[in-house]
């Protein structure tokens, strides 16, 4: 077997998919793997055991990041690949595991072949990059990144009350601080598109310029409740009347401004059939490849609450929980991934992605980029998530010649706007 | 003590009241005592205590509803008084707990003065008025009406799946059918108010002439799911937009066409801050005292869900899940309230509740009637519910001489259109 013509085997990548593909499965093509959920460490501990297996030198942060790493010829800070293990409620078997999976295919495949490297490489299972079961989202590459401390990280609750610290522990991966991972020469993360641009241009990958600018708001519209049959309707303060006419508004104006806004959660208290209700509350995402833009809308939304306040007679809180502004990845990781699919002959398109990654934060201290595989009709974090093995496979082949060459390579210029 | 001046003994029924308000106490003045709890066990144990000593004969029957019956002079159908024990989530203290404790201290008064009654007189407590745990609400009474079967009843599952039967028979109140109350004289309930107009009014008692008719619907608003940052805002089908704009038009529809209309639960699946949801899912509760009106207002809607569908590319279903026609109580057992409001001096206002009530079924099968007490601000199924005890007072003290009239009476004439 010759190094120059080495191959990832697709067949063994295939087989890890389907084995991941069972740890939390629902409806059958779907993933439900919630951050330290017991399914979540069913998957770290048969992933731990495949790091094992490929021999790496498998080390649990205090946050419970799971790294692997494998040695270079100098004692150089390595190229970090990989994405999260953990999916959304009725999520898909693909998301961010085939960044993940692609990565320990990339070390098995360097194994086959006996290649060595200059750096070392390190792979990385992230946790909780969905925030779906504890808030934010991508809490341990943001503590990587200084964004969030340790203790704001352990002290997280999710629905039930239950503290993210605790159930790290109870699952067994509460590691060290001092396994955190330090120096990065480069960090690459393989991820599906969540987007329909690939599949309707037709490209093999997707080549990810940056990342949507994200703001999240948690929205309370305090109303006054009362028996369904009492007070007349204009009478009411209702909660519920003024949310709807506030996310109906809102909705006009997103489209004028150009921006993504999504309503994804909302309920009303008390709760019950025959009562108006006391509050409701709802959450709002807003994105946009523009930090202007995004800020402009939100000003606006700000004078579209008070005015429907005051017309609806109720009290409207909005807490502006998480930004994140957008992100521009480093060039020179670019360049490497552009020449790479170049020489495979693979069809590219450049994307902005509009969903955060941890890519954004590792953006922050190291040098970053990511590579998209296409996803069918764009459908992500949903049961129905598909991405076709003739892309899985050129996506595989791009991130173990993309890891090779940046283990190779001198130190890269790293400037924070990439 | 002369029995022509018998009063109820007030003191003793603020103090059956206050042990009352501590059984599933929240947030110091509310309660939280859903249907068939372990705090509703707690509370109908106190309550049958409270019965025997009284010297009542107590039965339960198949769907748990409570009775408590002292013998008459002849062995006829006998009058029945009371209400519900159970609450709202977060609900009040008086609602229709009053009507259960004020009947009991009607019987404890006829005990105080030796008061011998023609009939017998039963006390009730309805299981399941509120239908805040198990829908529908007034599931007891409308079993007693021909309305719903027992299986229908037992089969009906809680948020959490526990069934009726299940929990009825934990709690230890399964009884037999047999002991369901068969051939009623008559049948009069107290209530609060639940509405503004006999503080606004500045009258001691309401005289409920009937109920407004009440439909109830499921709507599933069925789109697309799909991450926040992909999809253009106007290619998406997002069930939350269909879901906001049909609420905010259904409000204007309902104040063009005066009926009530509350949305009182609403939810959105999968439910992550970053996910456009596939389904939201909410309830409506449409009332008037013209079944005409709230017919011609459930065509309107029927149409503008099939408008809203259309325009928003979304599945729009309505299940009609629950109807009950405009309810007209009995003019004889009316007019025993009237008169015996006017000879002691109560001022009153005429009535038609916006709420439902267990006399709404039994108005079906016996001649029925309510009292209103007022309640503070017109609230109700709030933790603020709040009735003065200068009216607490005068609407015990009304029930009491009402049934002891009723139990001295002729057979009354039946009815069903009262």
Redesign the interface.
Known sequence: MSVENAKIDFKRFRETMEASSEIGRVKDTGLYRLALSDKDKEMRDLFRKWMEEAGLEVRIDDVGTMYGRRAGKEDLPPVLIGSHLDT???GGRYDGVIGVLMALEAIRTMNDYNIETRRPIEIVNFTNE???RF?P?MMASGLLAGEFTKEFVHSRKDAEGLEFGEELGRIGYRGTEENRIKDIHSFVEVHI????RLEKEGRDIGIVRGI?G?S?FEVTVQGK??????????LRK?P??A???L??DL?EL??EESV?????????S?????????T?NF?I?V?SEDDEERNGFIRLLEERVGAIASLKNVDIDVDHTWTSPVTHFNSDVLEVISSKSESLGYSTLDIV????HDARYINDIAPTAMIFAPSVG?????IAELTLDAYLEKCGTLLFEVVRELADRDEIAFDQEG
Chains 1, 2 share one sequence.
């Open positions: 959304q409620p009725y969905e925030g779906a808030e989202p598109e969540q987007g329909p949507q994200v999240w409740s009362n028996h369904a049959g009492s007070t007349p309707m204009h209702d519920m009347m949310a709807a006419r996310i109906s909705e997103a489209l993504l806004m999504t309503i994804g959660k909302i309920s009303a008390p709760g019950a059939v025959n009562v108006i209700p006391e409701v959450s995402d994105r992605s509009g969903a955060g764009g459908i992500s974090h949903d």
